[in-house]
């Protein structure tokens, strides 16, 4: 595990944006896994600008998104679908055709979809970059404290925590989903890179639970100690209750400068 710690959710989004540039140098048809919730937006918003500068071209991309809510049309504002339209697809050279989510209709079986979309991302090669967030309890996609370790992609309750997190983005009038399809932990550890952002306060919590906490299910996140390629990016904020905080900050300048004299140079 790489943890690396920067001054500002801004430094971030340019560190994560950076990464995402130079796969796509290298491999212009890679397979990205995305994410939602209010962390990456400005990763998006800085990969739509470095789009738009024409440093950088999506249109060979693949991308599959960790999870959707059930019972929200794909055109409702509220479904990740649209989240990622707006953020994202519509504001870059994507084909929209190539971009997946995983929607499970009313009169679908969700194990069927669930099925189907984990074919889907084994057919398209796998994932090569997968772009994490964090719950304030420690899950990433949706996969709640509790899962299994080794699920794949499948319909879960959100946990009350999660309702209340999720709670501020939904008017008084608008119906909050309590159920959503998301990529398993085992869907998300079969990404060839993982990348999980963490910003803010909120997140010091888990953040420390994901890194220096015990291996368990009680938070799906430190599963991300067994993966071979994942590095954590953190602000100041979200990095607080780190004990071991020195090292990661030897290791990270130790690397910047590998990386210098020898290209891009992964070390976990
Ligand atoms: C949401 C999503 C996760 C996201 C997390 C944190 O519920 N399912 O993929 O990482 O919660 O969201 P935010 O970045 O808004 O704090």
Redesign the pocket.
Known sequence: MEVVILKSADEVAIYAAKLVGVLLKSEPGAVLGL?????PQALYRRLVTNYRDGKISFKNVTSFN??EYLGVAQDNPQSYRSYMNRELFDLIDIDKQNTFVPDCKDNENPREVGQRYEDRMRLAGGVDLQI????GNG?I??NEPSSSLGSRTRVKTLTRQ?LHD?SRLFTKDEFQPKLAMTMGIASIMAARKILLLATGAGKADAVVRMIEGPLTAMCPASILQMHEDATILLDEQAATQLQNRDYYDLAYLQNESLKERFGVFDAD
């Not at 994410?35 to 962390?39: I, M, W, Y």
């Not at 994490?132 to 719950?135: F, Q, R, S, T, V």
């Open positions: 994410a939602t919730g209010s962390t960790l999870d994490l967030g964090i719950g899950h996609g949706f999660t999720n």
